[in-house]
């Protein structure tokens, strides 16, 4: 009953306590606290305003919550929890329908708003993605761009190398926390971006991934990019997710084709045809499409 008992004055303490109890990407309450603050959410949990039945799971996370501990994981794991408000805040995440109520970063803060392209794709790539993810990204560091991507195996994992390769920075939206290094195989590749970039999570550091989570944070993906490139994907992919949240933003998304018969590829010929998608052939098109100096 630790909360009970203390009243809130702070929008930081109010925020991390919501964002550690909220799963990531609720709209309602993501909407409620932008229209009346942190503060008067949680204390209207705490004071019975909200229906109790359709809050109790809610409300007994919250009641169970140490405000010190939140605090001090974040600086176990040297990572900084920000909200709308904070100078380093990215406000082009403020556009998404259910924004998020905090995020906490480890690393370079500023890199968040830096004009980045997002290049996502399917975690077994074949050697032609690969090489497509290494190509575009170096191009789009070359012309001053930071690399957006999920830090998952595959096309993520290469954009993000290419990104570093290249002596660029790179940020890594994760749907774990910034302290479980998921998938353990990427653990060099994460502690290089936090050096030369930052990494991401809608979560508190020591959480674990969940299925829900890889969905949730592919909008934070999309919203923190000015432009969205699908490399290879599945016909039903996490990819195209992406793609859908960056079109609902009004933000270019663009697609590379692949063999026609190529599963890898079903993804980016589906958004292709649709129109969801630009078709870029090479490096040169893509800058084109976007405008790197917009």
């Not at 408000?85 to 803060?109: C, F, M, R, Y």
Request: neutral net charge; glycine residues 8%.
């Amino acid at each position: 009953m630790y909360i009970q008992n203390k009243a809130f004055g702070d929008e930081y303490e109010a925020r991390l306590i919501l964002f550690s109890a909220i799963e990531p990407g609720h709209t309602g309450w993501s909407q409620e606290i932008q229209r009346v603050g942190a503060v008067n959410v949680l204390q209207g949990l705490l004071g019975g305003q909200y229906n109790f039945k359709s809050c109790s799971t809610l409300l007994r996370k919250i009641e169970q919550t140490n405000i010190e501990m939140l605090q001090t994981s974040l600086v176990v794991s040297d990572s900084v929890f920000i909200y709308p408000g904070h100078t380093e805040w990215p406000k082009q995440v403020d556009q998404l329908a259910n924004s998020p109520i905090g995020l906490i970063v480890k690393g370079d803060l500023s890199q968040l708003s830096h004009k980045s392209i997002a290049i996502v794709g399917t975690r077994e790539p074949s050697q032609y993605g690969k090489e497509m993810a290494f190509d575009f990204a170096t191009a789009f560091v070359n012309q001053g761009w930071n690399v957006v991507s999920g830090g998952a195996l595959g096309i993520d994992t290469c954009a993000h190398v290419a990104a570093l390769k290249a002596t660029g920075k790179t940020v890594a939206v994760i749907a774990s926390g910034v302290m479980v290094d998921y998938p353990s195989s990427n653990s060099k590749l994460f502690r290089a971006i936090s050096m030369q970039g930052a990494m991401v999570s809608e979560v508190m550091p020591y959480i674990h991934a969940a299925q829900n989570r890889f969905l949730t944070r592919n909008r934070l993906i999309a919203a923190l990019s000015c432009a969205t490139l699908v490399v290879e994907a599945a016909h039903r992919s996490g990819s195209l997710r992406t793609a859908r949240d960056a079109a609902d933003l009004m933000r270019p998304v663009m697609a590379i084709p692949g063999q026609l018969n190529s599963p890898t590829s079903k993804g980016c010929h589906r958004l292709i045809a649709e129109r969801a998608a630009e078709i870029v052939t090479c490096v040169q098109d893509a800058v084109e499409f976007v405008g790197v100096n917009q």
